[in-house]
Structures are given as C-alpha cells and as structure tokens.
C-alpha cells in the first residue's frame, strides 16, 4: 500500500482546501480523497462490492471496496493501454474506450493462449448503450495479463492489460458479469466532504424520479426523461403512454430500490439498482439500470434496462425486503 | 393443418421431379417437401427440437419439430412484418431482418403494454454476428402478439407479429436462449431427397472440419478459415497460430460434436453443436457455433463462438457422452 502515496499525495497538494496539517499521515490523505466519479457502491449482496478503476494517464488499475458507506481504494497495480490515445470510437482503432463497463466472462487456457492473454482475461461489455447511442463499433475490449517477458508500456489493442500475479489477485475481486470496470483518461479525486455532497445530490435525483414514479405523478415523471429516450420496445412516447395506462389499472404501485451504484463518467451517468415493484396486482423484482446524459443542471434519462431475478434470488431479495426499505428511505 | 396445403402443394407443382402421383396426399407432400435452409435440427437435449421458420413474403410462421432423423412441420400461423419491405439493415428502417435468430427473453405484463405487444413477447438476438459483420444496426426485433382488434396486415416497425392465442401456443415451443426463429424473404421447399442430399453434404464439411482439427492438420485446418476470420480475442493470424502452439503442447486431442443444427440463410451458414474437447491435459464442455460464408462450391468460416457449459450441463453431458461419440461418428 505503501506504493501508492506519491500518485494521491501529488492529487492531495493540488486540492485548494485540504483538511488536516500540510503533510497528511497516510490513512487520512487515502481516507479523504475519493474518486468524483465513483460516488456509491451498491450493497445489494448480488452485486459487486468491489470496483476497478483504470486511470489511463496514470497507466493505473486501482480497485475500490465498499466498507459500510466508506469508498476504500484497497490496491492499485501499473496497467498498460491501447497503443493509441484517446478514447475508442470504432473497430481496429487500438484505442482503449473510457466509459462505465462490467466485466463479464472469465477465460483461460487453452481458450486463449498465454503469448497473447497471459494467465487469465475478463471480457467487457464494450459497447454499451452509452456507446451503442453514439454508433461505436468494435468488441473484444477486455482485461488480460500478458507474459511477464513483454513490458507493460507496449501498447494494446483496446485492452486493458496486467501483469500475471496481479490479474490472479484481481479475480478473486471479481463477480462475473457484477463487477464495475470503469475506464477514465484521467481520474479526478476530490475531498471527501466534496464526494459526499456530489453523491448527495445524485442520490436525491434517483430518489426523485423513484417518487415520481410510486406517486404516478406522469407530468413530473417525465421530466427525468430525455424525448430521445429509448427502452426494449419503448420510445419516449410509448413509454409515457405505457406508464400513463399503468395508472389508470392500478390502485397504488410501490417503488423499492436497493442503495444503488452511483457512477459518472464525464456527461454519462448510470445507475444500477435492485429493483422490487409492487402494485396491487402483482410483485416483482429485477436489476434495473439507467443511463442519463447531464443536461444543464440536471441529469435525463436516455435508456432504462431492467433484468428480472432469479427465483432463487427472488428469496434472497425477500429476505432482504427491510433492508431495502431502510436504505431506500436513507435517500430521501 | 387442411390451410397449409395451398402453399405446400404450390411448391410441390415447380418442382421437375415429383415422387408419388400428381395429385399427392397430403401427409405425403408434408413429408416430402422439406425447407431447404433447415438441414438439421439438433438432438442435442439443452438444445431446442423445435424451430420457428418466418416466411415474410407468405406473412407465416411455421413450427418445424425434430422427429427422430426427420424434421417436420407441425404448425403454421399468419405473421405480421416490417411495414417497409426488404432485409433489414439499419435502426428504424421499418424493415423485417432476414437471416438466423435465436429467441432470447420473455416479456409480459406489465412490463410490456397490451397494446403494443399483446400477451408476450421473444426478444431475438439481431443483429448476429452475420448482420454486425455487415455494420447493421437497431435493435428490438422481438416476436410478439397484438391486440386482437389490430390487423396482422398492418405492419411493424420490424417485429414478427402473431395473433394472442397463437404467442401463447408458440410460448409452449420456446427454450429461451436456444429456439431458432429462422427469417427469409422466401422459404425454399425442397424434395425429402435433395434435403437429404444437401444435409450429408454440409454435415460432411462440418466433419472434415472436425477431423482437420482433431488430427491437428493445421494445413488443412485453415483452408476452412476465411482469412477475414475473427473469434473473441483472435484474428486469422493469431487463431492459427494458436493452434500450432496447442500442437506442440498436446499430444494428442480429441474433439467430439453433438449432431448440430445445420442451418443456411442465403450465402450464410450457421451450424450449433455440443462440443467436448479433450486433451492428454484436459477435458472441455462447450456450446460451439461456426459462421461460415458460401466461397465458391464450399463455406468459409468467418466467426466462431464458445460458450462454456454450467457443471450441471457438463454432468449431464457427461452422461451424454456415448451417445454424443456415436452421433459424431454418424456424421463420417
């Protein structure tokens, strides 16, 4: 842990205002500095309490834990990147995208040969619907290792690349197709009273739009909304109408979410929480997420995904059904 | 079952050579004219028996069932499509997409409206990698009902649609992830002969293929390859030579295939097998599908998939194993 002083002490010196004397003991200068990107992670159990975060100025892979309400980097290891700068826009371009991704599929060999992957590589889910939205093509951008003959400065294809001992560390970190991969040019941190206030406010939007929607308030419901959004088989229209009509069934519906992950990469915001929907005609439970792009001040909606539960973790939700309630009331 | 024969026996009168008398029973023209781009359908248990054949020029879908060596059409219904006519190549065009599916996930109530998709909906897995190869775009092309006031002539902005009752009989059919909802323009019947004829054919590439790999004959291995050829992670160049690594690691390997779905669409070929692969090192389970391209008088592959297979499939494949040896020997 001693490693990774110099590259936080350096954030820590150009921060206008720093609480505690002008050399920081080490514990306070790791406690007080918070990614501004990564403002929550989730606690919802079926998640990932771990994050990774890749800085690619900084050549870095950091990962992040959920300790109660803290955010805790816990390590950090060098990273190599696409041999091209600038974030990827399309097939073959060699440049690594930035954005909020989930890793996904574990493979190794003989699948995939070392020379290449080195001992383990996790596939992303690049392209996701932010970059769907803008038209960006290619696939295969993954987290691998690579032999440790090869120096971490080549240059990948896209790839976010480690050395072998610390891709075997990084997975026991990870829960396939849960744990958060999020790829930045360059990582702004800020304080932790800034942190928390940033994810304050996001936390009120959510909880917002959560009670527009219990309150079938339509008229305001809408306004989280961008008019080019989309969801399977909705346009904004559609959706609207299919919402408008679920009103008119339904004597009362109740929105429950769990603490969810709060995410920001530049103007893109996800959201991704565990869901459980009530109306006096049925219960469900499902993983929703939602994409919004800042617009002014505030933040629209521009894609809603919502995947059911397991039966088995439908159980597990139950069981868990106060808890939910709890933190969902923490944010209003 | 009296409806279809209109259409069947149509088919029957253009073709030069037709056994049986001029004016066939019925059972026997069902039984003789088969869809020519349905070569086989898999009798591989986590698989489906059952695949669902869109005519977009008839506007019907057809349920076709494994029976035995046989594949047979055991239902048909009229079908809605795109409201603009033509193979679908970009979001919104309003156009039907032609080539091979798979039926995904199911949505209902209240999470899709009445409406717009009437008791349930199957969403497909367009765009393939045959149609993203091609830089198609959009999504959302699902199979789904109507309200019954709605008529099926109307068109959609791409979507198979079907009549409420019929969504619910075909809900029956569907294994989610692995019923193959087939689209063409115009589906080709042929005589049970020909079918017969052009199912050895492609089953004996399919083996020769097997064989390449197996014996490790990375000359002849490769000439089943496109050189545009891409696998997650590879290249034609990387692939290859992958392969001469794992020569010169193994001493021997092993590689059996359930009997797969054999399946053209055009210049496409798709073929789903169950695939176990062994080594003096280790042993395998996996989904494996092969994209090939017609390239002259045979198929060169352009996209490979695998997708491993959960420990309660590997032990009931396990189990399977015999059956699966002596139905990759069938192919030879």
Same mark, same amino acid.
């Given at each position: 842990?001693?490693?990774?002083?110099?590259?936080?002490?350096?954030?820590?010196?150009?921060?206008?205002?720093?609480?505690?004397?002008?050399?920081?003991?080490?514990?306070?200068?790791?406690?007080?500095?918070?990614?501004?990107?990564?403002?929550?992670?989730?606690?919802?159990?079926?998640?990932?309490?771990?994050?990774?975060?890749?800085?690619?100025? +900084?050549?870095?892979?950091?990962?992040?834990?959920?300790?109660?309400?803290?955010?805790?980097?816990?390590?950090?290891?060098?990273?190599?990147?696409?041999?091209?700068?600038g974030?990827?826009?399309?097939?073959?371009?060699?440049?690594?995208?930035?954005?909020?991704?989930?890793?996904?599929?574990?493979?190794? +060999?003989?699948?995939?040969?070392?020379?290449?992957?080195?001992?383990?590589?996790?596939?992303?889910?690049?392209?996701?619907?932010?970059?769907?939205?803008?038209?960006?093509?290619?696939?295969?951008?993954?987290?691998?290792?690579?032999?440790?003959?090869?120096?971490?400065?080549?240059? =990948?294809r896209?790839?976010?690349?480690v050395?072998?001992?610390?891709?075997?560390?990084?997975?026991?970190?990870?829960?396939?197709?849960?744990?958060?991969?999020?790829?930045?040019?360059?990582?702004?941190?800020? =304080?932790?009273?800034?942190?928390?206030?940033?994810?304050? @406010?996001?936390?009120?939007?959510?909880?917002?739009?959560?009670?527009?929607?219990e309150?079938?308030?339509?008229?305001?419901?809408?306004?989280?909304?961008?008019?080019?959004?989309?969801?399977?088989g909705?346009?904004?229209?559609?959706?609207?109408?299919?919402?408008?009509?679920?009103?008119?069934?339904?004597?009362?519906?109740?929105?429950?979410?769990?603490?969810?992950?709060?995410?920001?990469?530049?103007?893109?915001?996800?959201?991704?929480?565990?869901?459980?929907?009530?109306?006096?005609?049925?219960?469900?439970?499902?993983?929703?997420?939602?994409?919004?792009?800042?617009s002014? @001040?505030?933040?629209?909606?521009?894609?809603?995904?919502?995947?059911?539960?397991? +039966?088995?973790?439908?159980?597990?939700?139950?069981?868990?059904?106060?808890?939910?309630?709890?933190?969902?009331?923490?944010?209003?």
């Open positions: 842990m001693r490693l990774l002083l110099t590259g936080c002490a350096l954030f820590a010196l150009s921060l206008p205002v720093m609480a505690g004397p002008a050399v920081a003991p080490s514990s306070q200068i790791e406690t007080d500095l918070l990614p501004a990107s990564l403002l929550q992670i989730s606690e919802t159990e079926a998640f990932s309490r771990y994050v990774f975060l890749v800085d690619k100025e +900084q050549r870095k892979l950091s990962v992040f834990e959920r300790n109660g309400e803290l955010i805790q980097k816990i390590t950090e290891y060098p990273a190599d990147i696409g041999k091209m700068g974030n990827k826009t399309k097939r073959d371009d060699h440049k690594t995208p930035e954005g909020i991704y989930f890793l996904q599929e574990r493979l190794s +060999q003989p699948k995939i040969p070392f020379s290449l992957y080195g001992a383990l590589a996790f596939t992303t889910n690049y392209p996701n619907l932010f970059d769907k939205r803008e038209n960006k093509t290619g696939s295969g951008i993954w987290l691998h290792a690579i032999p440790d003959s090869v120096p971490l400065t080549r240059g =990948s896209g790839c976010v690349v050395r072998n001992d610390v891709i075997k560390k990084l997975a026991d970190y990870i829960k396939l197709g849960e744990t958060p991969i999020l790829i930045f040019d360059h990582v702004n941190y800020v =304080s932790k009273s800034e942190h928390d206030k940033r994810r304050q @406010d996001l936390s009120r939007f959510v909880e917002s739009w959560r009670q527009a929607w309150n079938q308030d339509i008229e305001k419901y809408q306004t989280f909304y961008d008019e080019g959004f989309k969801a399977p909705f346009n904004y229209k559609s959706w609207m109408s299919h919402k408008k009509n679920l009103k008119s069934k339904y004597e009362y519906i109740k929105v429950h979410l769990s603490q969810p992950y709060i995410v920001q990469h530049n103007d893109q915001l996800l959201v991704k929480t565990l869901q459980r929907y009530e109306s006096d005609k049925h219960v469900d439970y499902g993983v929703k997420t939602i994409y919004a792009l800042k002014g @001040d505030t933040y629209k909606i521009i894609r809603e995904e919502w995947a059911p539960f397991s +039966q088995q973790e439908v159980a597990a939700a139950i069981a868990r059904e106060n808890s939910m309630t709890a933190s969902s009331q923490k944010t209003q």
